[in-house]
RNA sequence: GGGCGGUUAGCUCAGCUGGUCAGAGCGCCUCGCUUACACCGAGGAUGUCGGGGGUUCGAGUCCCUCACCGCCCACCA
């Protein structure tokens, strides 16, 4: 860029009085990408961090607005910090989600995945993703988040595919995956079974009835409690209590089921609560959870009446095989009530388990799955945390929450019904009973060479997520970029995944990497719906992270984002984000102020003044302190920390106590043009990592440093904190004349002074004398010695202002404000006072508060007496 | 059934190990289109920190209890 260029780039920017967030940021965009920042340096320790992959029918929601932001705040001031770093970014291949949809675009053309066949099917996923699967991650670069797009992955990918069975064939031969025929959580909706961690329970209202099942000894009968009268079909014993004595005498005899005729035990376990319902348990071990427990202990035969279809199968029995469950349930009931063996039936209000997929009511049946024992994969992953190679942020309540989980960890049923996944590395050879588990496809079966049948059962996606931190980096080859970026330092997300993946990921991390997948973890908040509700689509509660984009700029949700955003959970305030637009308004007016009446230096700050000074030690302070609070996960606070110093102390303060200086012309204006500049440099770049946008493109305002353009303010150097600037003198002298400055204007304000006139007045604070002439120019005074009536007196640190009777100046007014202050001065010496005479306070306190307090009162009182 | 968190100005939220901690932004009121910005500036009002009890010289800040609200975990039919 050349000097006239630069010339008339300012110039146009005299005209842009607002800053433009969609004409900028587009164009910014396209110089970061231009410029490679995306994608690791060459230079610097490693740091990383890998994106919680969303998935590819995703669209980007409030969440991974938040995330990404936290993601990209972290990546940018590291990068700055001159670490070699590597966001790792991808898309997850969300086995149901991405199903459901092509079904349905399959289904809106009349067609159907039965129809087409699984080949055709997945090829169609395949087409899908490549017409839809960018949506979601160019939504995050509207964002602005400086990912490495340039080496994005996918959960489907052939190299994460092997990484994929490699894990699962290793886990077979260790033992710890293995296929069982045991309970799931059966998923009418997607006809699948699903993990415990995919269930969630509702509150239902259903019915409890109370059943007779008659004494096969003719003697009487026992009635049993049951919500599900259908699945008595498939009951197999009834169990008691054995202290229960009211049916002691019964235990080993055998009771008729009703409608069947069956011959069931009456068997004793201490599962059975004698206090509930009837202290008479029908067991089914074919569709509870607790009764397969119990039939298993004590070699219950387990029926099967309820099919993965949801209907009743042929073990039920006629005439109920065919119908739906509900159907069942009638019928059953009916004919029941019809035989007079329903001795009560009331309302009842319980939880009842529901997939997360479809909403569905889950289906408890006895399946042959595959599982994977987690308890041996448990050990490492709770040692870790305990011993803090892997540290929650906030510690509090994570830490345990995620230790308890893995305290008492239970098998995780990896198989799912679908198409669309990792195939499970299983073939069969059915004439030999072979089962044959390998990362590479067998030509045939080992002992017969016949044909062999693949398993067409898919994995859980979390299984393929789990393995996400060193899979992406090409695990298990031992590629230079796990060498480099793996273990990565951070994983941030929301709470509701700790187990379903973070855990996942330390077990699966620790098994085949023997490291930790992260050092740190941030869990942050959850954004609500204004109205406390969860976002959700289908709650119509949720807000598009881009139209907020397209209000108020991708900065401004940033901002606002991380502003809300704190470990507790928040409601959205659209208010935030309108203040984050506000900010980089007002950013962009500040430094075009700045940019268009400095002289192009390059220079080290001269200060002049004590403002001067005030300013430098400020954002030395302001720099440690938000590069601490980032560092540690604090986001809210440092985005409010980099607020106040901006506008509160750059722009209400020092910028307008320059002023005079800054508009002066026959002055030599390089000194403060140098420690403007400096400080410009300085807001932006401690801003930049929080709103890139706006800080990117005032940053190419700013005059050649060394003769040279200026390159990017993204690759700028983060600013260590200099001690040698920190002026406790000259912010005590500052803090101390803004102080006054307010109280005068207030002053000033009631009494009805012209804000422009200038009124003369007297000075006696003598802590004050250094900054005379800036408090008379802020506010509007003219100091003198001459005697005469003061109109009004005003408490300043260290002693008083006398506003001089003027013109326009009210004397009657003045006194109120006088009193309002002596009453609030007398009040304090009255608390004091009272404090220090109670004898406890001065024995028990420590010395420095007591004293505090002393000094305090002495304080009060001068400024009392110096207002008489 | 366990466990956790919340209840602070009209709204959304900060307040670490108890002693200027009663705050911020928005909103509201008054005044100002002053040569960066009206997406602005100057000034102002507003809270017995959910209720009750306790510990302490001193408590939004610790303990107990009650009341709502929310979340997580859990195999009581």
Redesign the pocket.
Known sequence: MTATDRASRLEALQER????SAEVESRVFERWDQSGIFAPGDEGDEYSIAIPPPNVTGALHMGHALNGTIQDTLIRMHRMQGRRVKWIFGTDHAGIATQVQVEKLLASEGSSKQEIGREAFNERVWEWRREYGSTIVEQFKRLGASADYGDERFTMDDAYAKAVAHVFVALHEKGLIYRDNYMVNWDPGTRSAIS??E???RVMEDH?YEIDYPLASGGGSMT?????PETMLGDTAI?V?PHDERYTRLIGEEAILPLVGRRLKIIADD????????????ITPGH???DF?IGRKHGLEELTVIGEDGRMTEAAGEPWAGMTADEARTAVVSQLRDEGLISAERP?T????HSHRSGMRIEPLISLQWFCNMGELAGPAIEVVQDGRVRFHPE??WK??YL??LE?I?PWCVSRQLWWGHQLPVWYCDPCEQTIVAEVAPESCPKCDGELRRDPDVLDTWFSSALWPFATLGWPEQTEALEAFYPTNVLSTA??II?LWVARMVMMGMEFTGQVPFADVNIH?VI?A?????MSKSLGTGIDPLEQIDAHGADALRFGLL??S????????E??I??G??L???L??????IL??VEDVDAAPMPETVEDRWILSRMERTTARVTELIASY?F??AV?EL??AF??EL???Y??MV?PR??SEDADRSALSATLLHVLERILTLMHPVMPFATEEIWSFLPPRDGEPRGLLATEPWPEPDSSRIDQAAEALVDGAIEA???V??Q???LGV???ARIPARLDAGGLDAVAPLIADMARLEFTDEGGEAAARVAVPGGVIELMAAEGVDAASAQERLE?RRRELEAEITRAEG?LA?K??V????DE??Q??RD?LA?YQRQLDQLD
């Open positions: 009085t607002r800053y433009e415990d961690l269930v969630e329970q409890l049993i409690a049951t919500v599900r169990a209590n599962y059975v609560d004698p206090e509930f319902g009837t202290g008479a348990l029908k509870d959870p607790n427990e009842y319980h939880d009842v388990p509090r309540p345990k929450v308890d989980w008492n239970r709470r509701d187990f908040s609500q204004p109205d406390g509700r969860r502003a809300m704190s470990s507790q959970d928040v409601r959205f305030s208010e935030k309108k203040q637009q506000d980089a308004n007002k962009w007016n500040a430094s075009r102020l268009l009446r604090d809210s606070h409010l607020y106040s506008w509160g722009c209400d303060s910028l307008e002023k800054l508009y400055i307010t109280a204007r207030a000033r304000d009631d012209p804000v422009g309002a404090k109670n406890k306070f024995e028990r306190a420590p508060v007591v505090a307090e305090k304080d």
